[in-house]
T-cell receptor, first 115, second 111 residues
Framework: GAGVSQTPSNKVTEKGKYVELRCDPISGHTALYWYRQSLGQGPEFLIY????????DSGLPNDRFFAVRPEGSVSTLKIQRTERGDSAVYLC?????????????FGPGTRLTVL | KQEVTQIPAALSVPEGENLVLNCSFTDSAIYNLQWFRQDPGKGLTSLLLIQSSQREQTSGRLNASLDKSSGRSTLYIAASQPGDSATYLCAVRGGSEKLVFGKGTKLTVNP
């Protein structure tokens, strides 16, 4: 079956611009996660959705970052007034449900470059 | 705050060798631990997930062990192949749903 998909695969923008990154989770997965990976580092948690609601947004770095999941499936990560420090690979993951098992499956990521 | 450390940061071995990658974590109160593989410019592929009640998991040539009390996990790769070359990431899940990752071990298997 189809895995997690993310669009676009690459995004180049200028400092100060607004960007949207999209994630399509595996069909039927109720939990969705966003992570950010800088060069040479492991992914860092940003936000987690259970259904339509953000259950934990403690990893969002500041109020320029916002994410939605209005119908409990596709999610969009929105970044306002982008800064060069926002350049990273943004990874999305989904899982079937939350439990002790809860295996997370990752998409290919969106590489964001802010010039 | 949970911290995950992976040693070594990089490893280069000849084809056919058996090898061990190490992962340590500071807070032993975890629900599970996942090992991932990441190829250059790609996303993460889940290799193995070990629940906190388990001691090890096996998949093909891969075996992952977990010693929760000491905060350690190892990933054993048998009979390594050039196609195993990638970065291997360890991640733990604590009380929340989020994963906390190490920085990874970059493995190169030389033909």
């Amino acid at each position: 079956g189809a895995g997690v998909s993310q669009t676009p695969s690459n995004k180049v923008t200028e400092k100060g611009k607004y960007v949207e990154l999209r994630c399509d989770p595996i069909s039927g997965h109720t939990a969705l996660y966003w992570y950010r990976q800088s060069l040479g580092q492991g992914p860092e948690f940003l936000i987690y959705f259970q259904g339509t609601g953000a259950a934990d947004d403690s990893g969002l770095p500041n109020d320029r970052f916002f994410a939605v999941r209005p119908e409990g499936s596709v999610s969009t990560l929105k970044i306002q007034r982008t800064e060069r420090g926002d350049s990273a690979v943004y990874l999305c993951a989904s899982s079937l449900f939350t439990s002790d098992y809860n295996e997370q499956f990752f998409g290919p990521g969106t590489r964001l470059t802010v010039l | 705050k949970q911290e995950v450390t992976q040693i070594p940061a990089a490893l280069s071995v000849p084809e056919g060798e058996n090898l061990v990658l190490n992962c340590s974590f500071t807070d032993s109160a975890i629900y599970n631990l996942q090992w991932f593989r990441q190829d250059p410019g790609k996303g993460l592929t889940s290799l193995l997930l070990i629940q906190s009640s388990q001691r090890e998991q096996t998949s093909g040539r891969l075996n992952a062990s977990l010693d929760k009390s000491s905060g350690r996990s190892t990933l054993y790769i048998a009979a390594s192949q050039p196609g195993d070359s990638a970065t291997y990431l360890c991640a733990v899940r604590g009380g929340s749903e989020k994963l906390v990752f190490g920085k990874g071990t970059k493995l190169t298997v030389n033909p």
